[in-house]
């Protein structure tokens, strides 16, 4: 299925409280335990996680290489006992933060770890004060625009022939609001209650 990156374009591990990186502290309080940010050191790993996730329309291995050197880029990982479980790669632009690819290996999927590492990236936009996360999604990942529209992504236009592949994507997005004042913006249904 086709990735939701850019068509043309994806510290060694460390466990400590306080995660350096270029522009800004990532907490584990952000990012959880389960996560750690990756490096250099994790291309190759990252690079067959991309073959395992992606049967098509994949990360090339200069692109994972490019992104995890990108001083803009985060990647964040969890770890399964032997390999990679789920990986997202993030970009800062600005006062927004693009996800330019999420996946969880194929045995671990349907178990939240999605959902946990988009979160993640939420609570990492709160700590650096950004206010929106956008992403581009093939419109042909049925799944994946599901995923996103499940965690309150909505589509705010279409991007024709956007992959180099020629494929559509939908630009989606979503703003990045304290808890306090996302509680009290959630929509109410006619029933009255929060969806
Ligand atoms: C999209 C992806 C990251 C979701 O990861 P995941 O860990 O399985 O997601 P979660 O378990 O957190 O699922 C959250 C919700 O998303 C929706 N969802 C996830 N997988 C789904 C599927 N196969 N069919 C329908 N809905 C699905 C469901 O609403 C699900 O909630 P539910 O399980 O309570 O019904 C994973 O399917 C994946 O890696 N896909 C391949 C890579 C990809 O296409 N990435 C996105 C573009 S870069």
Not at 106 to 112: E, F, L
Not at 133 to 141: A, D, G, P, Q
Request: proline residues 5%.
């Amino acid at each position: 299925m086709a990735s939701c990156p850019i068509g043309a374009i994806k510290a060694p591990p460390i466990w400590r409280e306080l995660l350096t990186w270029s522009k800004g502290p990532i907490t584990t309080r952000a990012v959880g335990r389960a996560l750690r940010v990756a490096g250099t050191i994790d291309l190759d790993a990252l690079y067959r996680f991309e073959i395992l996730c992606f049967r098509e329309h994949r990360f090339r291995r200069d692109h994972v290489d490019w992104i995890l050197r990108n001083e803009r880029a985060l990647t964040l990982v969890e770890d399964g006992p032997k390999k990679v479980t789920a990986a997202m790669m993030l970009l800062f632009e600005g006062h927004t933060c693009r996800v330019l690819s999420v996946a969880v290996a194929p045995k671990a999927r349907r178990h939240g770890i999605g959902t946990r590492m988009m979160q993640a990236a939420e609570a990492v936009c709160l700590e650096r004060g950004l206010s929106t996360i956008r992403l581009e999604v093939s419109t042909k990942n049925l799944v994946a625009i599901e995923f996103y529209r499940r965690l309150g992504y909505r589509t705010d236009g279409v991007l024709y022939g956007y992959y180099s592949w020629g494929e559509d994507a939908y630009s989606m997005h979503k703003a990045i609001l304290p808890p306090s004042a996302s509680e009290s913006s959630r929509p109410l249904t006619s029933a009255g209650h929060t969806t």
